[in-house]
């Protein structure tokens, strides 16, 4: 829009403008001021324009205005369109804003914000809150700001309070957040309370300031951080994970008596084996396998897999279903676990103790030699576990080294149930799930909570034993709930979207390998490109991507199919004490097959839906608090370690640098881009790769690589490296950026790359 005409000015020599007609002129119209309408303002026509535009330049090039689009600001001035943050109320009860981004010299202008006419904004900004607001100059009785503003749009709020580990100052004391991305935040004297230093608090913030830190209070004292054992407090309180039982839940776990034997069968006598980890402190499934007798079936195999009956403890609509629901899964954290059930019901009355009698729900499925199911059949049972055993146990019984409990095992139960898996083995052969190789690292923890050693298990057949039973239990539960036509939560696993699939083929095209163009892809074609890089440099750079192209399991009542698994239908049925989804599915087949008390409810359908976007999102969030206080355990273990080296790999590649997780300990750190060397690293997102503009230096995902450890916060179990590692020098003629299939190329990083020290 053109700017009004002023009034004629007085002149310089040449017919233009002074420097400060051009200001007054620029800020009285805020955001209309470009070189056309000053030319208009001042009658300046003809030749004399060419010695405006000359003018205008020399005041952009001495800092006196600044261009923006085709308009003209003042220096420092704010666009009147302007990202801000609400960082207290005045006297008279009126919000006062800041810039949200401020990076001139001294403190930055304060605007207060006008109330809006007509329909007011919703829902309505509050302290600490984002804004975006149009913002004109403040007039004569507004000393006190800069500018004045009306709110557009709320873009986002603050964090109803902050998580921080307090460090006393004389002062008062200093908050040290958790979030890595959020500023220390000081607190006064009179605000701490009953918090000491070390003490992991929850505050909230007065003030927040653009020059020095925010101000805040303290709320409550989550708990002392004196050990590193109550690093998991930090990922319960951050995510909101409920980890203390009230008292009414409590109650109902102690009140609750055991499973009587009436209505259901007797199965004490069937010798079913637990196997689990070595720790492990409940144990909610059982395994039994022999030979089929049917001679219709010959090398055929029956197999029992028993899981613990929670549906008879845990009835819908009580305080334990409510709770459980409530935290979807359980939790675990090196130092401890948060369950998703009281340990009355899942340590003790759900738990298949060994020799102890306890209900189950049992699937009996019969396969063929070639691993086949052909028949399966539900019970609702009492069983009696024959024996406790480890992963490593079993498997070292099978490999020929028995102990006294496993010697008297080994022929009666457990050959037949290795047997039994040499046939479920060569049909999950035939059905070719995703086959990825992504080893996975266990933290152990010394009695203190600090690290002992973190180690990478080795996978066992007995692993593979377990986890092929249960997959078939989970099949044989969704499809005899769908055969019912009795509601259910779906485990689904969609396949890869087009635009992944598209940036995968065009990464794989880049080592020479491909994927079909034609048709719809299943797991087995990916099995086949994991196959071809199977020892190769490659191996572990194309496991990563390719999972990275995958889509994320979720729980639905809608089936979609399991993409990753290769199955049509399946149902999470194996573990009902730790994930709420099995929970519903057990009441499901209670009610479809008439089993008894327990089942399903009417009227469920049309809850589903949301109870399956609830207990998927206590998944994610029960995944993220568990990565993150590994990441904090690690990062507290490697703080006195600064300076040292370590061998890793590139695990992520960003516009902003690259993520490296280390060998020896699989700890994620971070090397700014800005640390790589002396050129300009534009971001690949096809090749998952930085690359030199210059050199044709690239650092990509999956490259073996040196590290210097050289900054670690453990509160936020962030580590900083610095890369010690050449890149590969690609030939001029391979350094052209691609993008993936469907973006347009954004460009390199906004800063040149320095130095790299320390080669």
Request: aromatic content about 6%; overall charge positive; some cysteine.
């Given at each position: 829009m053109a700017a009004p005409p002023a009034s004629p000015a007085k002149r310089s020599g040449d017919g233009l403008p002074s420097r400060e007609e051009i200001l007054a002129f620029i800020a009285g119209h805020p955001g209309k001021a470009g070189k056309r309408e000053i030319a208009r303002a001042f009658g300046i026509a003809g030749a004399a324009r060419i010695g405006l535009k000359q003018l205008l330049k020399d005041m952009a090039e001495d800092g006196v205005v600044e261009r923006r689009r085709k308009t003209l600001s003042r220096a420092g001035a704010l666009p009147t369109v302007s990202v801000l943050t609400i960082v207290e109320r005045d006297a008279d009860g009126d919000f006062v804003a800041e810039p949200h981004e401020w990076d001139a010299e001294g403190r930055p202008p304060r605007i207060l914000l006008v109330p809006q006419r007509g329909q007011p904004i919703a829902p309505a900004p509050g302290l600490g809150d984002r804004v975006l607001a149009r913002l004109a100059p403040a007039d004569g009785e507004e000393t006190d700001f800069a500018y004045t503003a009306k709110v557009i749009k709320l873009i986002e709020r603050r964090p109803a309070a902050i998580i921080g580990v307090l460090r006393r100052t004389p002062q008062g004391g200093r908050i040290e957040p958790v979030d890595r991305k959020q500023n220390e935040i000081d607190v006064d004297e009179e605000d701490l309370g009953a918090a000491k230093d070390g003490d992991l608090v929850e505050v909230e913030v007065k003030r927040f300031g653009r020059s020095g830190r925010a101000r805040a209070r303290v709320l409550e004292v989550v708990g002392a951080m004196t050990s590193e054992k109550a690093v998991s407090l930090i990922a319960l309180h951050v995510h909101g994970i409920p980890h203390i039982f009230p008292a009414p839940v409590l109650a109902e776990a102690e009140a609750a008596k055991t499973a009587p034997l009436t209505a259901r069968e007797d199965w004490r006598t069937l010798p079913l084996v637990t196997i689990d980890p070595a720790d492990a402190k409940d144990h909610d499934d059982a395994v039994h396998a022999e030979p089929d007798p049917d001679p219709e079936n010959p090398g055929g195999f029956l197999v029992t897999v028993a899981i613990a009956d929670v549906s008879w403890y845990v009835r819908p609509g009580s305080a334990m279903d409510r709770e459980a629901l409530k935290r979807g899964n359980s939790v675990y954290f090196p130092?401890?676990?948060?369950?998703?059930?009281?340990?009355?019901?899942?340590?003790?009355?759900?738990?298949?103790?060994?020799?102890?009698?306890?209900?189950?729900?049992?699937?009996?499925?019969?396969?063929?030699?070639?691993?086949?199911?052909?028949?399966?059949?539900?019970?609702?049972?009492?069983?009696?576990?024959?024996?406790?055993?480890?992963?490593?146990?079993?498997?070292?019984?099978?490999?020929?080294?028995?102990?006294?409990?496993?010697?008297?095992?080994?022929?009666?139960?457990?050959?037949?149930?290795?047997?039994?898996?040499?046939?479920?083995k060569r049909g999950r052969d035939k059905r070719q799930p995703l086959d990825l190789d992504i080893p996975e690292r266990k933290v152990i923890v010394a009695p203190s909570g600090a690290i002992d050693r973190i180690v990478v298990p080795e996978r066992l057949d007995a692993h593979r034993l377990i986890e092929e039973f249960m997959i078939q239990a989970n099949v044989a539960a969704a499809e005899t709930l769908e055969r019912r036509k009795t509601p259910l939560v779906y485990r689904v696993h969609d396949a890869p979207s087009l635009a992944k699939i598209e940036a995968l083929r065009e990464f794989l095209a880049s080592l020479e390998l491909s994927l079909p163009k034609s048709g719809n892809l299943r797991p087995g074609q990916f099995n086949h490109i994991l196959a071809r890089v199977k020892g190769t440099e490659h191996e572990t750079l194309v496991n990563e991507v390719v999972l990275r192209s995958q889509s994320q399991a979720v729980y639905d009542p809608q089936n979609i199919g399991h993409f990753g698994l290769n199955l049509r239908r399946y149902a999470h049925f194996t573990s009902p004490i730790r994930r709420y989804a099995d929970l519903i599915v057990h009441r499901a087949l209670v009610r479809s097959l008439d089993l008894g008390e327990g089942g399903l409810p009417e009227g469920i359908e049309e809850r589903l839906a949301d109870i399956a976007t609830e207990i998927s999102g206590a998944e994610r969030r029960a995944m993220a608090a568990e990565r993150e206080t590994v990441d904090r355990l690690v990062a507290h273990w490697l703080a006195d370690r600064i300076g040292a080296s370590f061998a890793g790999r590139i695990a992520g590649v960003t516009k902003a640098g690259l993520f490296v997780k280390l060998a020896e300990t699989g700890a994620d750190g971070f090397v700014p881009i800005g640390s790589l060397g002396q050129d300009y690293y534009v971001y690949d997102e096809a090749r998952h790769a930085v690359i030199g503009e210059r050199t044709g230096e690239m650092h990509q995902l999956g490259d073996a690589v040196e590290v210097r450890l050289v900054e670690v916060a453990p509160i936020a179990g962030a580590l900083r490296f610095e890369m010690l590692t050449e890149g590969r020098r690609l030939p001029k003629g391979e350094r052209k950026v691609r993008t993936a299939p469907g973006r347009s190329r954004t460009g390199g990083p906004s800063r040149r790359a320095g130095p790299r020290r320390g080669r």
């Open positions: 130092d401890r676990v948060v369950p998703m059930l009281p340990e009355r019901i899942s340590n003790d009355l759900c738990s298949l103790r060994e020799g102890e009698d306890r209900p189950a729900i049992a699937v009996r499925m019969r396969f063929t030699a070639e691993g086949k199911k052909t028949f399966h059949v539900f019970h609702r049972v009492m069983m009696r576990s024959a024996a406790k055993l480890s992963y490593a146990q079993a498997q070292a019984a099978i490999d020929g080294r028995t102990d006294d409990k496993t010697g008297p095992l080994l022929e009666p139960v457990l050959r037949p149930l290795w047997r039994a898996y040499e046939a479920l």
